[in-house]
């Protein structure tokens, strides 16, 4: 038989991303969840037992359309039962084998689906749609090697399908090859001008190649085209925090999750955007809801310590960054929180630090957590336990100038002066243009009866710290 459904008058149903195939009608539940009593099961298995009598009564082309019926009103076991008593009729029609695979498919038995498109496929081996579907559930199984080849062979076979260009973008995207996934959204989008998810999927790659300013026009025309979409307003505000648009991030996550209220990864950046405007407050707000969606998210952990220590408490504040390095492995392709101390000021007659900070993104071997845990534990009072963080941080990450430089500061502090310029050293050799660690250096120098003490001073003030020239002035000439 033919693989055209005209006959049938067959609706496909397609995906409609790689979780679901897209149903339009609101689907009706089949189970219950609710405790059944003896007497209704025996009810429910003898209307199974009449409704297969009256299946084995009905031809072939009624079975077909009803299970079609069922299947678009989202009764997938029912409609699974006609196909497979259709095919029993009929074991050779390619159609109800592809038919039934679509139920397996919605019935998450993708395994079964697969067996069903592979049967499918022998019959008709033109098949175009039944490689999309075959596809669709390997990528399901996260094979995605295995559903580009599919994808390809639909492709060849049917090359003006929007959708097929769309799933083989999405796998793409999945093996990381973002430039192969961008030429398969450019033709879904040429082909389909008005679906706004393929926007949203192509301005999610191009934040991949790290084109934010087309992945924010992708957004906005998956925006205009569909305004409920809340993966495009968060997808937006992804872009325009990269960008350095705080303000307008934050506005866009709050429509997202207007949408998608509990939507923690929302949560996470827009509590991100605040600690960027100095809004720690809010901040921790955002933090607190996303860890009570997502209790094991170190970053969520990481931000709201950062936003404590920020705001005073820093007791608490190393807590959340001890839990932040217990989880494990922070995700590297999320932005997260690192406190950078970028100004460090020593008195060497007072010891007094103040310290200025900055926020960065944070390398994926967590060395910034160990760095913000020894500065909360620093303000703290307790510099033996810093250091050791500091130590730590500087292991994971050898070219950590910041660490270097702060943990000269407490080496200082405790006394250990020749321990000091060593990492201030160590500091400037990694940054050249490191003014606070040259002035650092230079009073530790000036103290220890070092005259090149007043050279490092020197050269500090000429970098821009200008605090140097009121040390060089009282103490240099």
């Not at 710290?465 to 103490?475: E, G, L, Q």
């Amino acid at each position: 038989m033919s693989n055209s459904h005209s006959n049938l008058e067959f609706v496909f149903v397609k995906f409609y991303d790689e979780r679901q195939f897209q149903v339009s009608i609101t689907k009706n539940c089949f189970f219950t969840s609710q405790p059944m009593k003896k007497s209704f099961l025996f009810t429910l298995l003898a209307s199974l037992l009449i409704s297969t009598a009256s299946f084995a009564q009905q031809s072939f082309e009624d079975l077909m359309k009803y299970g079609v019926t069922q299947s678009n009103l989202g009764n997938y076991a029912s409609a699974q039962t006609a196909f497979s008593q259709a095919i029993s009729l009929k074991p050779e029609d390619a159609i109800a084998h592809y038919n039934r695979a679509v139920t397996k498919a919605n019935l998450k038995d993708n395994r079964g689906a697969i067996n069903d498109f592979d049967k499918a496929l022998e019959i008709n081996s033109r098949y175009a749609d039944a490689f999309s579907g075959r596809g669709q559930s390997k990528a399901r199984q996260d094979d995605h090697k295995g559903a580009l080849q599919d994808y390809n062979s639909c492709i060849a076979l049917d090359p003006v399908n929007a959708s097929t260009y769309f799933l083989r973008g999405q796998s793409k995207s999945k093996l990381e090859n973002y430039k192969g996934a961008l030429s398969d959204f450019n033709k879904s989008i040429d082909l389909t001008p008005e679906n706004a998810q393929s926007y949203t999927a192509r301005g999610l790659v191009k934040q991949k190649l790290e084109d934010y300013r087309g992945s924010l026009d992708d957004f906005s025309k998956a925006i205009e085209i569909s305004p409920k979409r809340s993966s495009s307003f968060s997808g937006r505000g992804l872009s325009k925090m990269k960008m350095g648009d705080f303000k307008g991030a934050i506005a866009d996550y709050g429509k997202a999750l207007e949408l998608t209220p509990e939507d923690a990864e929302s949560l996470y950046f827009r509590g991100y955007c605040k600690s960027q405007m100095e809004d720690y407050q809010g901040a921790l707000i955002d933090f607190d809801r996303a860890l009570g969606q997502d209790p094991e998210n170190a970053t969520a952990y990481y931000g709201r310590g950062f936003a404590k220590s920020k705001l005073g408490n820093t007791k608490s504040a190393i807590d959340d960054f001890t839990k932040a390095v217990s989880i494990g492995n922070i995700e590297s392709n999320k932005v997260v929180f690192s406190g950078a101390i970028t100004k460090q000021v020593l008195d060497d007659l007072r010891n007094n630090v103040q310290e200025r900070l900055k926020m960065a993104e944070m390398s994926p071997e967590r060395s910034e957590v160990y760095y913000n845990r020894g500065l909360s534990k620093a303000r703290n009072g307790d510099a033996k336990t810093a250091i050791d963080d500091y130590n730590k941080a500087i292991a994971l990450n050898p070219t950590y100038s910041e660490a270097y430089f702060t943990r000269g500061m407490l080496k200082s502090q405790t006394g250990d002066q020749r321990g000091a310029i060593q990492d201030c050293t160590n500091a400037i050799k990694l940054n050249v243009k490191y003014a606070e660690a040259y002035y650092v250096r230079g009073i530790i120098r000036h103290a220890l009866g070092d005259t090149d003490g007043c050279n490092d001073l020197s050269k500090s003030g000429e970098l821009g710290y200008t605090p140097a020239y009121s040390v060089i002035r009282d103490y240099c000439n």
